[in-house]
């Protein structure tokens, strides 16, 4: 299944590809967060393809915007096209008042209430997860040693407990040279920063 996976920042070159039909073989859009909504519609309608995606911490609150066609997947988990896809949204907090921010020990409490969906899962298709999406990367896993761009610890764990073969996040841009690859396998799972954009040949 080929994914356009995009985070973090509206590129115009990618108006352009949409249109002259480059991503014709896209078959899902994600979005791993801190992306204008009027962005992400606009490519829904021009590659006419499902999207799911997770808010950043740039984004608003969920219960105030959404992405219009799309689907949040936040604290969920979907079933598309034999792909088992879960979302956990958000990055380290590092302003008090911050929106879509949480502490390390509030981001776990968050991926907990994932548990009961993947174990569902798991009793249903013998797996928990294909791909997560999320803003934040996980910690120590192409984050950065600023406040503001530390990685979520509770990704790491749950990484371990759904075993995805495929994480997707933004938030951190690669192109920094204390990040030397987008891409790093752990387990079975490889990660991928996928800052602005990626077209990703997944496969089960």
Known sequence: MKILALSDQAVERVY?????????????ILGCGDMP????EY???VLN???YYVPGNH???SSQADAEGGSNIDLKTVRFNKFLIGGLGGSIRYRPDGVNQYTQAE?????????PRLALNRLQYGRALDILISHSPPFGIHDDSDPAH???KALNWLIRIAQPRYHFHGHTHFYRQNIASPETITGITKIINVYPYKVIEASH
């Open 37 to 40: 909504y009027a962005y992400l």
């Open 49 to 51: 393809v499902p999207m």
């Open 150 to 152: 530390n990685g979520l």
């Open 43 to 45: 490519l829904l309608t």
């Open 16 to 28: 352009t590809l949409s249109s002259n039909g480059h991503f014709r073989d896209v078959e899902l």
């Open 107 to 115: 981001a776990y409490l968050r991926a907990f209430a994932l548990l």
């Open 59 to 61: 984004d608003p609150r």
